[in-house]
């Protein structure tokens, strides 16, 4: 077994890469100047599109816009 001293310090700070990942993007777009701040938010945005089913098919599918946020 591995020991915590070789883990990734994100790992040891109990965070997925993820979570580690989304928290350093955010701080570098928050440094951003403008307009590459604004331009950086607006691909912040993830779009994706929900599907209900019923009786084994799928209904007609709503796109959904939201910005990312990992928990």
């Not at 994100?10 to 965070?15: I, L, N, P």
């Not at 590459?36 to 599907?51: D, M, Q």
């Amino acid at each position: 077994m591995a020991s915590n001293a070789a883990a990734p310090f994100w790992r040891s700070a109990g965070m997925t890469y993820i979570t580690y990942s989304n928290l350093c993007a955010n701080l570098v777009r928050n440094c951003l100047k403008e307009p590459y701040k604004s331009e950086a938010l607006t691909r912040e945005k993830v779009h994706y599109t929900i599907s209900k089913w019923a009786d084994g098919k799928p209904q007609k599918p709503s796109k959904q816009s939201h910005p990312f946020v990992a928990s």
